[in-house]
């Protein structure tokens, strides 16, 4: 994981060559998570590119692989959830019924749910077919040929819920997925009856750096390892997340040199 007052510190340093502790902790915060959640993002376009190497056998093997270097990274948060009954109507999102067929299952989509990646009944590993068009479900709900049946569900995607018909699985269903990064404690603590290790995820907070003192004439800050959390990614993406947090810090400052200077360390990486 990337350390949270190595970026910090590294951002201030390099923004505030003449102007010490200008980027203060609050204004770092404010951009953190969003940086964080740029560089994820910029994996699955990355993955797309290293799939075109590979398809055109230009993509080098084994460990120098750009393809297994993007999907070990991106394994990292894949996760697995057996999804809970919800009991909301079924809505489109501008409040129009869609359900044709029945009691269908309707299913609660996790809230740190990134991307999906595949759906299926728990145990009896039956995968259940995903889409995410209205029009497209109503016309297999409503065929004689291709009406879902327990040996072949459909699941439909929408903004809160994945609604699966029929709704005759009796078992439960599983659900794999990109989760969205969160971040991980920055020293070990301890929170009532619980401890937490260095390096554990903190899947209730985003990264932040927390400082104990601030001197805003001489920049000196000092850290606050409690309350600060690093960021979850892999350190190997340490230069582009420092170029991603000063980017989005010259664009709120108006600061084009600054935005070049990120903008030309993101293209070296």
């Not at 390099?14 to 959640?37: C, H, M, S, W, Y």
């Not at 590979?54 to 093997?61: I, N």
């Not at 991980?184 to 619980?194: K, L, Q």
Request: glycine share 4%.
């Amino acid at each position: 994981m990337i350390d949270v007052a190595y970026v910090y510190n590294t951002v201030r340093d390099i923004a505030n060559k003449d102007q010490k502790g200008f980027v203060t902790p609050a204004v770092f915060n404010t951009f953190a998570r969003l940086a964080q959640e740029n560089i994820f993002n910029e994996m699955f376009s990355e993955l797309k590119l290293a799939t075109r190497l590979r398809g055109s056998t230009s993509d080098a093997g084994r460990d120098k692989s750009a393809y297994k270097q993007v999907e070990e990274d991106l394994s990292y948060f894949v996760t697995r959830q057996i999804l809970e009954d919800s009991a909301d109507d079924t809505v489109l999102d501008n409040g129009v019924l869609i359900a044709i067929q029945e009691n269908p299952q309707m299913l609660r989509k996790p809230i740190d749910l990134g991307r999906i990646i595949s759906l299926r009944v728990f145990r009896e590993n039956t995968p259940i077919e995903l889409l995410y068009d209205v029009e497209k479900i109503n016309r297999v709900l409503s065929s004689n040929l291709s009406s879902p049946t327990t040996e072949y569900p459909v699941g439909l995607v929408s903004s809160r819920h994945i609604e699966v018909f029929p709704n005759v699985l009796q078992g439960a269903v599983e659900l794999t997925y990109y989760r969205q990064p969160r971040s991980s404690y920055a020293t070990n603590i301890s929170v009532g009856t619980s401890q937490f290790l260095i390096g554990e995820v903190d899947y209730n907070s985003f990264p932040r750096f927390s400082a104990l003192n601030v001197d805003d004439a001489s920049g000196f800050v000092v850290q606050n390892p409690t309350n600060s959390r690093n960021f979850e990614l892999p350190e190997h993406y340490t230069q582009e997340l420092v170029a991603e947090v000063l980017q989005l810090i010259g664009v709120r400052l108006r600061d084009k040199n600054l935005f070049d200077h990120s903008s030309a360390e993101k293209q070296n990486n």
